[in-house]
């Protein structure tokens, strides 16, 4: 004889399983249509409840991972209400939160933890958003490493396209839409661009007001509570230390 060590609690919870093994199946329709899978958890109202042959998966809350089906080792972890629900190839994403990573479908290497955090993403891979509504409007309708790390309430909760841009810190970034290659540590840093590329600002309200609207390059740095916190459009300004430029608006190349 074989141990499956299958366990399947709930109305039609596991119901098509024939030779999968080690899964873990909890709610009505949860893992109902998982055949040869093998080694998933699902726990909750038709968690899991597309997958067929795929395997180590976790998927806990109403309707997580509910449309994923692929035939693979997968690793995509999802926890919370519809969290992950749209996945369907997409693989090794951690996602935890309500309505967090939602929207993805083919993306792959995500992190998403806070309710909403990427929850706009559909293809984008490789991008890391914590905290409640962290980049919440990024959205690649292609295949594209994007790279983004935001951490904090809302930081680079309008990022949509930008790439490889770092923001940590409550609100830092969080009005980016297109830029690029911006780094933003602390409360409020960079708080206002919206289309600036290449800036470090690091240390509460550093560049806060920082803001051009149409693409540009502008390579602001400001390190320092409130360094260049006034700059609005100047460009190429280097200020390091507490209140470092804090006074400068449109001056360029300090």
């Given at each position: 004889?074989?141990?499956?060590?299958?366990?399947?609690?709930?109305y039609t919870a596991g119901?098509?399983?024939?030779?999968?093994?080690?899964?873990?199946?909890?709610?009505?329709?949860?893992?109902?249509?998982?055949?040869?899978?093998?080694?998933?958890?699902?726990?909750?109202?038709?968690?899991?409840?597309?997958?067929?042959?795929?395997?180590?998966?976790v998927a806990i809350g109403?309707?997580?991972?509910?449309?994923?089906?692929?035939?693979?080792?997968?690793?995509?972890?999802?926890?919370?209400?519809?969290?992950?629900?749209?996945?369907?190839?997409?693989?090794?994403?951690?996602?935890?939160?309500?309505?967090?990573?939602?929207?993805?479908?083919?993306?792959?290497?995500?992190?998403?933890?806070?309710?909403?955090?990427?929850?706009?993403?559909?293809?984008?891979?490789?991008?890391?958003?914590?905290g409640e509504s962290a980049?919440?409007?990024?959205?690649?309708?292609?295949?594209?490493?994007?790279?983004?790390?935001?951490?904090?309430?809302?930081?680079?909760?309008?990022?949509?396209?930008?790439?490889?841009?770092?923001?940590?810190?409550?609100?830092?970034?969080?009005?980016?839409?297109?830029?690029?290659?911006?780094?933003?540590?602390?409360?409020?840093?960079?708080?206002?661009?919206?289309?600036?590329?290449?800036?470090?600002?690091?240390?509460?309200?550093?560049?806060?007001?920082?803001?051009?609207?149409?693409?540009?390059?502008?390579?602001?740095?400001?390190?320092?509570?409130?360094?260049?916190?006034?700059?609005?459009?100047?460009?190429?300004?280097?200020?390091?230390?507490?209140?470092?430029?804090?006074?400068?608006?449109?001056?360029?190349?300090?």
């Amino acid at each position: 004889t074989t141990d499956t060590y299958n366990t399947a609690v709930g109305y039609t919870a596991g119901a098509a399983v024939t030779t999968g093994t080690n899964n873990t199946l909890i709610g009505g329709l949860a893992g109902d249509a998982l055949t040869t899978g093998f080694s998933n958890v699902a726990v909750g109202v038709n968690a899991l409840g597309a997958e067929d042959t795929g395997r180590k998966n976790v998927a806990i809350g109403y309707a997580a991972l509910s449309t994923q089906n692929n035939d693979a080792d997968t690793f995509n972890t999802a926890v919370g209400y519809d969290a992950g629900k749209a996945i369907t190839t997409g693989v090794y994403n951690v996602i935890i939160g309500g309505l967090a990573g939602d929207a993805m479908t083919n993306a792959d290497f995500n992190v998403a933890i806070g309710k909403g955090a990427l929850s706009a993403e559909t293809r984008g891979n490789s991008s890391i958003g914590i905290g409640e509504s962290a980049l919440a409007n990024q959205n690649f309708t292609t295949d594209v490493a994007a790279k983004n790390v935001a951490i904090g309430q809302s930081a680079g909760g309008s990022v949509t396209t930008g790439i490889e841009n770092t923001l940590i810190g409550g609100a830092s970034g969080d009005a980016l839409t297109d830029a690029d290659y911006n780094v933003a540590v602390g409360k409020d840093s960079l708080t206002a661009m919206t289309l600036g590329s290449r800036n470090v600002g690091v240390g509460t309200f550093a560049l806060m007001s920082a803001n051009v609207t149409t693409a540009a390059n502008t390579y602001n740095t400001a390190v320092g509570h409130h360094a260049g916190a006034n700059v609005t459009t100047g460009t190429l300004n280097t200020l390091i230390g507490g209140d470092a430029g804090d006074a400068l608006t449109g001056a360029d190349k300090n």
